[in-house]
Structures are given as C-alpha cells and as structure tokens.
C-alpha cells in the first residue's frame, strides 16, 4: 500500500523578513513669512478686480442684448426675434458664469486677506494656516447703530457676519447693501508689513457722510464719517497721532 504524505495545517511557514521601505510623501508647504502672505493676497486682489471687470462687461452685453429682443418683438421678423432670442440666451450665460466666478475670485480674496490680518496680528511666520476665530461681541456695533446706514433687516445679517467673517468681506457686504463705492484704505503711521493700524471704510463718496469703518488699531467697527475721525486724530497731541 503506497504511503500517504499529508502536509501538516499546523506547521509553522517560513516567512521571508519584510524590509521596511520610507514612504515618501510631498507635503503641501504653506506660507513662510507674512510678506507671502501679503503677496498671495494681493495677487487674489488683482484677480478678483479682473473678475469684477468681466462680470460688468457681461452684466451690460446681457442688458443689452434683452433690450434689443424686446425691440425685435415689436418692429422685428421671426427670423431676427429667432437670432436676437439665442443672442440673449448666450449673453445670460455668459453673465452668470462671469458672476460666479467673480464670486469664486471674491471669496478667494476674502480668505486670502483674512489669513494675512491674522498672521499680522499673531507676530509668527505663519506656519501652519490661521483658525477663524469668533471676534468678540466688544467689536461688534449694535444692530440700532448698524441701521444708521442700512435697513434692520441687513443690520442684522451684517452683525452676523461679523461674528465669523474677517473685516474685508463684512466691508464689502455693506458696500452692497449701501450702494457705495467698493471698500479703501487709510494710511496710518504706525503702519506696518505685520501690524495693519489704519481705517479700512466703505467709500460712500464724501468725507463725512456716516459709513461702516474698521479701525484695526483699536480692531473694532465704528459707524461714522472716517472725515471726523481723521480731524477727532489731528487734534491730538503730535505723539499720539496715528494720520497724517
């Protein structure tokens, strides 16, 4: 009788030692100094300005090109109501494509900004990305102060906005709401590449209407003309005086 050679389950493989191998991975570097930060953000700034000047041309070919359908309509032939109507379909789409991505630029702009101001007023090279943190109630106006320049429905959504979003974007929400002239930027003199100190204020086209400002020495927000600002600086003594 031929004899059976069964493999024992039970017995112990022989494995071969694995050599462990260094996994190398690319990390993403973030910015080293304030000075990156400040160049990504004016970089975001120009793309956002670009943004904004596509999305106009778009907005005024759109308007444009509605009107010259609704003048078809009347006076035009089927032929020229046919060819206007798909010229204006085109210029909606092309307007709200150029609307989102100056959306897109915008909010790129914004996080750019707020990543700069927080790194400025930490004093470290950023190495690691800023937290958004909660601004304290002490920096916020009222919702009665804040209906001095819009309507108390958009006071409160500007007060809530307040609470999470960096002075760039609040700022460029009011300018919206108040029909203003974008957001500027006064010069202070304890100015630095780190430390911002001045007035960041909706432009509403005259020194002393009242306004929605950000004043970054104090880091609050004000509601008042930045004219009276300025004149309240200049009368005090030359050592305290943060305008020229």
């Not at 790194?119 to 009222?142: C, E, F, L």
């Not at 309507?151 to 007060?159: D, N, Y």
């Not at 974008?182 to 100190?197: A, C, F, L």
């Amino acid at each position: 009788m031929p004899t059976k050679f069964v493999t024992n389950p039970r017995r112990p493989v022989e494995k071969t030692a694995r050599i462990p191998t260094r996994r190398t991975t690319t990390r993403r570097r973030n910015p080293s100094s304030i000075e990156e930060l400040y160049a990504a953000y004016k970089t975001a700034d120009d793309a956002a300005e670009e943004a904004m000047v596509e999305y106009s041309v778009a907005r005024e070919a759109a308007i444009e090109a509605d009107a010259n359908e609704k003048d078809a309509f009347l006076v035009g032939s089927a032929s020229q109501r046919a060819r206007l109507a798909d010229a204006s379909r085109a210029a909606r789409s092309h307007e709200h494509v150029a609307r989102y991505d100056y959306n897109r630029a915008e909010k790129a702009r914004d996080a750019a900004y707020n990543a700069y101001i927080a790194a400025a007023k930490k004093g470290n090279p950023a190495r690691r990305p800023a937290a958004r943190r909660k601004n304290p109630a002490s920096s916020r106006p009222s919702v009665k102060m804040l209906s001095q320049v819009v309507t108390p429905a958009e006071a409160k959504e500007l007060r809530s906005m307040m609470e999470y979003t960096g002075p760039a974007g609040v700022l460029r929400a009011a300018s919206r709401m108040m029909d203003g002239f974008d957001v500027e930027y006064i010069r202070s003199r304890n100015d630095t590449m780190r430390t911002p100190d001045g007035l960041d204020f909706v432009n509403m086209g005259d020194t002393y209407d009242l306004t929605l400002i950000y004043d970054h020495g104090k880091g609050k927000y004000v509601v008042s003309s930045w004219g009276d600002i300025v004149e309240a600086d200049m009368r005090l003594p030359a050592s305290r005086r943060r305008f020229d």
